[in-house]
Structures are given as C-alpha cells and as structure tokens.
T-cell receptor, first 115, second 111 residues
Framework: DAGITQSPRYKITETGRQVTLMCHQTWSHSYMFWYRQDLGHGLRLIYYSAAADITDKGEVPDGYVVSRSKTENFPLTLESATRSQTSVYFC??????????????FGQGTRLTVV | EDKVVQSPLSLVVHEGDTVTLNCSYEVTNFRSLLWYKQEKKAPTFLFMLTSSGIEKKSGRLSSILDKKELFSILNITATQTGDSAVYLCAVAGAGSYQLTFGKGTKLSVIP
C-alpha cells in the first residue's frame, strides 16, 4: 500500500536491550525524520535524513542510531534501551526541501515501553 | 534556539462555537509555519504559511500569519465533535530541514 508505515505499532522491551523501529515510505520522498512525542514536551526531532546515506542529528539524538541505505527505509535503533526512552515514536517523510517547503506525512507511530 | 509557544494548552467548547488557537514563535531566519491536527494517532497536515497577512482556508478552518509580531492563529468556525484533537504548530527556519513543534492545544468539542 502507498504511504508511510511504521512497525511495530507497539513494543515492550527490557532495559539494556537493543530495539529497532522500522519506517517505510512509498513516495520516494527525499527527506525522512524520526520524532518522539512525550507529555509535556511535544514532538522532538531525533534524527533526520536528506537522502540515502545522508543522516544528521536532531534535538535529542543521544542513545539512538539511524541508517538509510535505501531511500524508502529509515530504521531507528535504540542501542541499549533505557526507561527514559519510553515514548511514542513517529516517522515522517517529505519531498524536496524537507518539512519547511512541503507537506510532511507522518506514520501511525510506535508506542515503545521500556521496563 | 527555536521556540514555539501555543495557547491555550487546552480548550473545551460546545458544538457550533468558534475557536481561535494561538501560536507564537522565535526562529532564526523564519521560513515557514505549519499547523497539524493530531487525533489519536499521526499528525495530519492542515496548513503551511510563509507570507504575512495571507489567510489560508480549508472549509471551516483558516489560519493567518503575522511575521512582524511573530505569531499565527488557527480559527475553527461552527465547531463539530470531529474537530476534537490536539492542534500542533511548528516552525522551520531557513536552511533547516527540521521543524520545531509547540506542545499543542488540546481542543475538546462537546455536543
């Protein structure tokens, strides 16, 4: 199906484990983003990517790793999960110029709980 | 550091009321301001504003930007229960590919 999809939708993991959240988009958008959403903080950018093999840090990158070997995929890895990483994670994509120039599309979100 | 402040944080109105949501911002080299609606899942795009004084409209929703005073408003007329959501405001600075979001305004429309 066309669009942007995230998997899994829900995940419970233990402290210290590695977790990978997947994001796939079918529009061939250049830009992809990972946000986390927490009560009291709103949406905060973790990492973004302007194209395949080009990634950069956002506002809260510590503890996360991203890669983008293919335009359509942008996985987010928590190398050693901590309870402070319990959050709802949103992936987004947009066309040329990133969010500021074009509409951004968000995935349905992944609710991650670290116990 | 870019900053976006939305007010009020929450609002309860009756169906048929008109509401105004506020967004003030500080951003280096402003490029655009965006409004999103978030129900229980993903934010969905409403408007993108780049020029001051030009109103964007979509049905009962409208928005306008004041670049001199650094704020935007989102108006919703004749509110319906389906308008209940969190409305997010975000800004992008020139040369930046990321958005800075406000904390949102939670709107509840009761019958």
């Amino acid at each position: 199906d066309a669009g942007i999809t995230q998997s899994p939708r829900y995940k419970i993991t233990e402290t210290g484990r590695q977790v990978t959240l997947m994001c796939h988009q079918t529009w061939s958008h250049s830009y992809m983003f990972w946000y986390r959403q927490d009560l009291g903080h709103g949406l905060r950018l973790i990492y973004y990517s302007a194209a395949a093999d080009i990634t950069d840090k956002g506002e809260v990158p510590d503890g996360y790793v991203v890669s983008r070997s293919k335009t359509e995929n942008f996985p987010l890895t928590l190398e050693s999960a901590t309870r402070s990483q319990t959050s709802v994670y949103f992936c987004a994509s947009s066309g040329r110029g990133g969010h500021g120039n074009t509409e951004a599309f968000f995935g349905q979100g992944t609710r991650l709980t670290v116990v | 550091e870019d900053k976006v402040v939305q007010s009020p944080l929450s609002l309860v109105v009756h169906e048929g009321d008109t509401v105004t949501l506020n967004c003030s911002y500080e951003v280096t080299n402003f490029r655009s301001l965006l409004w999103y609606k978030q129900e229980k899942k993903a934010p969905t795009f409403l408007f993108m504003l780049t020029s001051s004084g030009i109103e964007k409209k979509s049905g009962r929703l409208s928005s306008i930007l004041d670049k001199k005073e650094l704020f935007s408003i989102l108006n919703i007329t004749a509110t319906q229960t389906g308008d209940s959501a969190v409305y997010l405001c975000a800004v992008a600075g020139a040369g930046s590919y990321q958005l800075t979001f406000g904390k949102g305004t939670k709107l509840s429309v009761i019958p």
